[in-house]
Protein backbone atom coordinates (compact mmCIF):
# COMPACT_ATOMS: atom_id res chain seq x y z
CA UNK A 1 0.00 0.00 0.00
CA UNK A 2 1.53 3.28 -0.89
CA UNK A 3 2.31 5.95 1.86
CA UNK A 4 -0.10 9.05 1.64
CA UNK A 5 1.15 12.64 2.45
CA UNK A 6 -1.16 14.48 4.62
CA UNK A 7 -2.46 18.01 3.46
CA UNK A 8 -0.53 19.90 6.35
CA UNK A 9 2.50 17.88 6.57
CA UNK A 10 4.49 19.78 3.96
CA UNK A 11 3.62 23.38 5.69
CA UNK A 12 5.08 21.50 8.76
CA UNK A 13 7.82 20.23 7.32
CA UNK A 14 8.94 23.60 6.12
CA UNK A 15 8.57 25.14 9.21
CA UNK A 16 10.65 22.85 11.62
CA UNK A 17 13.22 22.27 8.93
CA UNK A 18 13.68 26.11 8.89
CA UNK A 19 14.01 26.18 12.63
CA UNK A 20 16.73 23.59 11.96
CA UNK A 21 18.49 25.31 9.40
CA UNK A 22 18.47 28.66 11.39
CA UNK A 23 19.54 26.92 14.03
CA UNK A 24 22.63 24.31 12.95
CA UNK A 25 23.49 26.08 9.54
CA UNK A 26 23.55 24.13 6.35
CA UNK A 27 26.04 22.33 6.90
CA UNK A 28 25.62 20.46 10.34
CA UNK A 29 21.73 19.89 9.22
CA UNK A 30 20.62 16.25 8.73
CA UNK A 31 17.71 15.55 7.65
CA UNK A 32 17.36 12.74 10.54
CA UNK A 33 17.52 16.23 12.85
CA UNK A 34 14.54 18.09 10.65
CA UNK A 35 12.54 14.58 11.18
CA UNK A 36 13.31 14.23 14.58
CA UNK A 37 11.78 17.99 14.98
CA UNK A 38 8.86 17.27 13.19
CA UNK A 39 8.57 13.57 15.91
CA UNK A 40 8.04 11.62 12.21
CA UNK A 41 10.34 8.86 11.02
CA UNK A 42 13.44 10.25 8.68
CA UNK A 43 12.00 8.08 5.50
CA UNK A 44 8.80 10.21 5.91
CA UNK A 45 10.70 12.95 5.05
CA UNK A 46 11.66 11.65 1.68
CA UNK A 47 8.09 11.33 0.66
CA UNK A 48 8.07 15.14 0.46
CA UNK A 49 11.55 16.02 -1.22
CA UNK A 50 13.95 13.95 -2.55
CA UNK A 51 17.55 15.73 -0.72
CA UNK A 52 18.52 17.91 1.92
CA UNK A 53 19.40 20.37 -0.83
CA UNK A 54 15.84 19.86 -2.12
CA UNK A 55 14.77 20.63 1.25
CA UNK A 56 16.94 23.79 1.54
CA UNK A 57 15.83 25.15 -1.52
CA UNK A 58 12.25 24.62 -0.58
CA UNK A 59 12.55 26.69 2.42
CA UNK A 60 14.08 29.23 1.13
CA UNK A 61 11.69 29.72 -1.55
CA UNK A 62 8.90 30.01 1.02
CA UNK A 63 11.05 32.16 3.60
CA UNK A 64 9.75 35.33 2.32
CA UNK A 65 6.68 34.74 1.81
CA UNK A 66 3.32 36.59 3.80
CA UNK A 67 0.74 34.19 2.00
CA UNK A 68 0.34 30.42 1.98
CA UNK A 69 2.27 29.01 -0.29
CA UNK A 70 0.53 26.71 -4.09
CA UNK A 71 1.14 23.65 -3.49
CA UNK A 72 3.74 22.04 -5.67
CA UNK A 73 3.47 20.11 -8.71
CA UNK A 74 4.52 16.87 -7.77
CA UNK A 75 6.18 14.95 -5.05
CA UNK A 76 9.17 14.44 -3.82
CA UNK A 77 10.12 17.79 -5.10
CA UNK A 78 13.59 17.23 -6.70
CA UNK A 79 17.17 18.02 -6.21
CA UNK A 80 17.62 21.59 -7.62
CA UNK A 81 20.49 21.70 -10.34
CA UNK A 82 23.35 23.88 -9.06
CA UNK A 83 23.05 27.93 -8.46
CA UNK A 84 18.94 27.53 -8.71
CA UNK A 85 18.81 28.24 -4.67
CA UNK A 86 21.43 31.07 -5.15
CA UNK A 87 19.21 32.54 -7.67
CA UNK A 88 16.18 31.83 -5.83
CA UNK A 89 17.80 33.54 -2.88
CA UNK A 90 18.78 36.74 -5.18
CA UNK A 91 15.25 36.76 -6.36
CA UNK A 92 13.98 36.84 -3.16
CA UNK A 93 16.46 39.82 -2.10
CA UNK A 94 15.81 42.04 -4.75
CA UNK A 95 12.17 42.21 -4.13
CA UNK A 96 12.16 42.11 -0.12
CA UNK A 97 15.03 44.32 0.55
CA UNK A 98 14.20 47.54 -1.26
CA UNK A 99 15.35 50.35 0.50
CA UNK A 100 13.99 53.81 -1.24
CA UNK A 101 14.23 55.91 1.72
CA UNK A 102 17.76 55.22 2.00
CA UNK A 103 18.77 55.40 -1.45
CA UNK A 104 16.55 58.99 -2.08
CA UNK A 105 19.11 60.23 1.11
CA UNK A 106 22.24 58.95 -0.39
CA UNK A 107 21.20 60.74 -3.84
CA UNK A 108 19.71 63.78 -2.21
CA UNK A 109 22.93 66.78 -1.85
CA UNK A 110 21.22 68.13 1.16
CA UNK A 111 17.85 67.97 3.72
CA UNK A 112 15.87 70.48 5.15
CA UNK A 113 15.25 68.26 7.77
CA UNK A 114 18.10 65.67 9.50
CA UNK A 115 15.37 64.41 12.30
CA UNK A 116 12.51 63.09 9.89
CA UNK A 117 15.31 61.87 7.24
CA UNK A 118 17.13 59.63 9.23
CA UNK A 119 14.02 58.40 11.24
CA UNK A 120 12.78 57.84 7.77
CA UNK A 121 16.06 55.34 6.97
CA UNK A 122 16.12 53.91 9.96
CA UNK A 123 12.36 53.00 10.42
CA UNK A 124 12.49 51.77 6.61
CA UNK A 125 15.31 49.71 7.52
CA UNK A 126 13.43 48.01 10.46
CA UNK A 127 9.90 47.01 9.18
CA UNK A 128 11.96 45.94 5.85
CA UNK A 129 14.24 43.39 8.78
CA UNK A 130 11.16 42.83 11.07
CA UNK A 131 8.87 41.55 7.94
CA UNK A 132 10.97 39.69 6.72
CA UNK A 133 13.19 38.02 10.00
CA UNK A 134 12.57 34.56 9.65
CA UNK A 135 14.14 34.43 6.20
CA UNK A 136 16.51 37.00 6.92
CA UNK A 137 18.00 34.83 9.97
CA UNK A 138 18.02 31.84 7.95
CA UNK A 139 19.97 33.17 5.17
CA UNK A 140 23.03 34.55 7.51
CA UNK A 141 23.09 31.53 9.43
CA UNK A 142 22.96 29.14 6.11
CA UNK A 143 25.64 31.60 4.42
CA UNK A 144 28.61 30.85 7.39
CA UNK A 145 28.09 27.63 5.38
CA UNK A 146 27.79 28.26 1.82
CA UNK A 147 30.33 30.20 -0.29
CA UNK A 148 27.54 30.61 -2.94
CA UNK A 149 25.48 32.13 -0.70
CA UNK A 150 28.22 34.21 1.80
CA UNK A 151 28.98 36.26 -1.98
CA UNK A 152 25.04 36.86 -2.13
CA UNK A 153 24.26 37.72 1.24
CA UNK A 154 27.36 39.12 3.05
CA UNK A 155 29.51 40.35 0.19
CA UNK A 156 26.70 41.91 -1.90
CA UNK A 157 23.96 42.94 0.36
CA UNK A 158 25.33 43.47 3.31
CA UNK A 159 28.21 45.06 2.04
CA UNK A 160 26.35 47.38 -0.43
CA UNK A 161 23.93 48.44 2.69
CA UNK A 162 27.10 49.29 5.10
CA UNK A 163 28.52 51.33 2.21
CA UNK A 164 25.63 53.14 1.55
CA UNK A 165 24.94 54.02 4.95
CA UNK A 166 28.61 55.48 5.24
CA UNK A 167 27.94 57.61 2.09
CA UNK A 168 25.14 59.25 3.87
CA UNK A 169 26.10 59.76 7.43
CA UNK A 170 29.60 61.10 5.89
CA UNK A 171 27.78 63.57 4.12
CA UNK A 172 25.54 64.62 6.51
CA UNK A 173 28.37 65.02 9.15
CA UNK A 174 30.31 67.31 6.38
CA UNK A 175 27.20 69.14 6.81
CA UNK A 176 26.72 69.57 9.95
CA UNK A 177 23.52 67.99 10.30
CA UNK A 178 25.10 64.63 12.57
CA UNK A 179 27.53 65.04 15.10
CA UNK A 180 30.93 64.44 14.58
CA UNK A 181 32.37 60.63 15.11
CA UNK A 182 35.94 59.18 14.99
CA UNK A 183 35.65 56.59 12.58
CA UNK A 184 32.35 57.43 9.64
CA UNK A 185 31.80 53.88 9.00
CA UNK A 186 31.22 53.21 12.72
CA UNK A 187 27.63 54.69 12.82
CA UNK A 188 26.53 52.75 9.70
CA UNK A 189 27.60 49.79 11.26
CA UNK A 190 25.68 50.59 14.73
CA UNK A 191 22.37 51.26 12.61
CA UNK A 192 22.71 48.66 10.98
CA UNK A 193 23.45 46.15 14.14
CA UNK A 194 20.97 47.81 16.04
CA UNK A 195 17.87 47.54 13.72
CA UNK A 196 18.91 44.27 13.13
CA UNK A 197 19.35 42.92 16.44
CA UNK A 198 15.64 44.04 17.41
CA UNK A 199 14.34 43.67 14.32
CA UNK A 200 15.77 40.58 13.36
CA UNK A 201 17.77 38.54 15.96
CA UNK A 202 15.73 39.30 19.19
CA UNK A 203 13.36 36.83 17.75
CA UNK A 204 15.82 33.91 18.13
CA UNK A 205 17.34 34.99 21.55
CA UNK A 206 17.24 32.32 24.44
CA UNK A 207 15.86 35.24 26.49
CA UNK A 208 13.28 37.11 24.62
CA UNK A 209 12.46 40.68 25.59
CA UNK A 210 8.78 41.29 26.61
CA UNK A 211 8.54 44.30 24.45
CA UNK A 212 5.72 45.21 21.64
CA UNK A 213 7.08 44.90 17.75
CA UNK A 214 6.19 48.93 17.59
CA UNK A 215 7.55 49.57 21.04
CA UNK A 216 10.88 48.63 19.77
CA UNK A 217 10.42 49.95 16.53
CA UNK A 218 9.86 53.55 18.15
CA UNK A 219 12.54 53.22 20.52
CA UNK A 220 15.31 52.25 18.28
CA UNK A 221 14.67 55.15 16.11
CA UNK A 222 14.33 57.73 19.12
CA UNK A 223 17.65 56.28 20.22
CA UNK A 224 19.42 56.24 16.54
CA UNK A 225 18.19 59.67 15.61
CA UNK A 226 19.39 60.93 19.08
CA UNK A 227 22.36 59.51 18.78
CA UNK A 228 23.55 61.10 15.64
CA UNK A 229 21.83 64.02 14.73
CA UNK A 230 23.06 67.27 16.32
Known amino acids: MARTRPAH ?5 VDCAAQVFTARGYRRTQMADVARAM ?20 VVQ ?13 LPIPTPAPGVTVEHVRQRLR ?19 PHAELAGIVRELY ?20 PDLAALYF ?6 LIDG ?7 RI ?6 RVPHTAIPARLILETVAWFAMHRHGDQEPMPIDERQAEDTVVDVLVHALVR
Open 174 to 179: EQKHFR
Open 9 to 13: RLDQL
Open 165 to 171: LTAYVER
Open 155 to 160: KRLRRG
Open 95 to 113: REHQLPALAAAIRRQRTAD
Open 62 to 74: RAFLDRPAAPPRK
Open 127 to 146: RVLARNHRGARLLERSALDR
Open 39 to 58: GVAPGTLYLYVESKEALFDL
